[in-house]
């Protein structure tokens, strides 16, 4: 048998003017129905919506549309005990759904496909898939959120290494590092929240392209979908992907942040940071290096983050240069989108694993956080507001000093009163109280700065909102 033979015979539910079947490489290539099986539950609810309301619009009788109803509940329970056979020449889902259907209830099942079109059909179910898909993942988030709040709140007042160019910068506190990636994970919500509300149109009833000359309720099917209203251009409405591209944007941004923590778990678990340790549950060994504990967990979640930024791009391709309305390009939407959905639940649920896995080495960070003339900011800031000298003068006086502290190999606060004087005269015995860690860090009261107390009340003010 060869590729161009045909594959099957003429598919009934297209086939009346077509004379002989695909060839087999047609079948393969037109088929979508080993990834959008996953669309089945979404498919029959929107032809339940569908039948429900050609009925009540005297489209189709009662008594059909009882059977259909009926007929569709025993596919989906079919389905769901695994003994419906997909077939890749009924192509889709949707035909295969029919086609089960007719087979079940006869000519009444027949009738279920008047007043649309498969396009408006896949357009209505995907987008009902994307908005269970966000609904999934927005919980997820917030789990990971009130992991790391937790985390946050234990960890208000216990200080680390703040890094700029990962060169020990300020000292920080580890919860302060913590709740940056909260308000982050936050705005991801939100913007999944957007997608969401925009992607909430109803598109059944578009048909194929122009609409129908039936008396359809479009109304009555968004409602019954828990659509907000029906969308308004019924081109528009079986044509753009503009929901599943969103929604891959939203979650590549979600990824990068997923993806940057990830990095950062794995620089703090390296031997030369040890910040943090992670136990076996999160690791793995070498098979030659008995010594090593890998952090092979963190280190897909940030390669993972790839993949969802190539759906994203990949389905930005497919789209950009098709004319209206629907071109079977369109088909090529969905296996990016389910992808990249469930490599970003399984990004989440790792990290979300790992935030709660980590065991911190408080003294480790304590003894960086104050190394490295990490508290000369304070210093020059006390050379400001003690004796008003300008920033830059305060910032040039201070170099002077950790010069000086790094020539003879000491900590700023060891240089002693008759040297500080040396460089600025008028420095006093006072300048001493603000070169240690916990006034560095409890000096910085501003608004959203590092201070414990804001830390505290920040990680309070979270688990209170996540636990609504
Ligand atoms: N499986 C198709 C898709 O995913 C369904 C729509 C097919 N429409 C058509 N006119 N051939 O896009």
């Not at 079948?27 to 979404?42: G, P, Y």
């Not at 339940?48 to 008594?63: N, P, Q, T, V, Y």
């Not at 000086?404 to 460089?423: C, D, I, N, Y």
Request: net charge negative; proline share 4%; aromatic share 6%.
């Amino acid at each position: 048998m060869s590729e161009t033979d045909p594959a099957a015979p003429v598919n009934p539910q297209w086939g009346g003017r077509f004379a002989e079947g695909p060839a087999r490489v047609m079948q393969r290539i037109n088929a979508s129905i080993s990834f959008d099986r996953r669309l089945w539950r979404q498919d029959i609810a929107a032809s339940r919506a569908h039948a429900a309301m050609l009925a009540k619009a005297g489209i189709l009788s009662e008594a059909d549309a009882a059977a259909i109803a009926q007929g569709l509940d025993e596919i989906a329970a079919e389905i769901e005990s695994g003994s419906f056979v997909f077939r890749e020449e009924l192509e889709d889902i949707h035909m295969n759904i029919e086609a089960r259907l007719v087979e079940r209830i006869g000519e009444a099942g027949r009738r279920l496909h008047t007043a649309r079109s498969r396009n408006d059909q896949v357009a209505t179910d995907f987008r009902l898939w994307v908005r269970d898909a966000i609904d999934g993942l927005d919980q997820q988030l917030k789990d990971l959120m009130r992991a790391l709040a937790e985390r946050a709140a234990q960890h208000a007042a216990d200080p680390m290494p703040g890094f700029t160019h990962l060169q020990i910068a300020q000292p920080i506190t580890f919860g302060h590092h913590l709740l940056a990636y909260v308000e982050m994970f936050a705005r991801d919500r939100g913007r999944l929240a957007d997608c969401r509300k925009r992607l909430n149109e109803c598109p059944l009833g578009a048909a194929a392209l122009a609409g129908t000359s039936f008396p359809i309720n479009r109304e009555m099917t968004a409602e019954a979908l828990g659509f907000a209203r029906p969308m308004a251009n019924s081109l528009d409405a079986v044509s753009d992907r503009d929901f599943a591209l969103e929604f891959l944007a939203a979650a590549a941004i979600a990824a990068t942040h997923l993806s940057r923590l990830a990095e950062e778990i794995v620089l703090w678990a390296s031997p030369p940071f040890q910040f943090i340790a992670l136990s076996d549950a999160f690791t793995t060994g070498s098979s030659i290096m008995p010594q090593k504990r890998n952090p092979d967990a963190a280190e897909l979640v940030r390669a993972k983050s790839g993949r969802i930024f190539g759906a994203l791009m990949g389905l930005l391709t497919v789209v950009k240069a098709l004319p209206l309305a629907y071109a079977k390009d369109l088909q090529e939407d969905k296996e990016p989108v389910f992808d990249a959905a469930e490599t970003l639940s399984l990004a989440i649920a790792a990290i979300s694993g790992m935030v709660r896995d980590l065991r911190p080495d408080l003294a480790r960070m304590r003894a960086l956080a104050g190394a490295a003339y990490a508290t000369a900011t304070d210093l020059a800031d006390w050379l400001v507001r003690a004796l008003g000298l300008p920033f830059r003068t305060a910032h040039h006086v201070t170099g002077r000093l950790v010069a000086r502290a790094e020539a003879k190999g000491v900590e700023l606060a060891a240089l002693s009163l008759a040297e500080m004087q040396e460089e600025e005269p008028r420095i006093t015995a006072e300048v001493y109280s603000v070169l240690s860690l916990e006034s560095a860090l409890a000096s910085r009261t501003s608004y959203g700065g590092t201070a414990p107390e804001n830390v505290a009340r920040a990680a309070a003010r979270w688990l209170a909102e996540l636990s609504s």
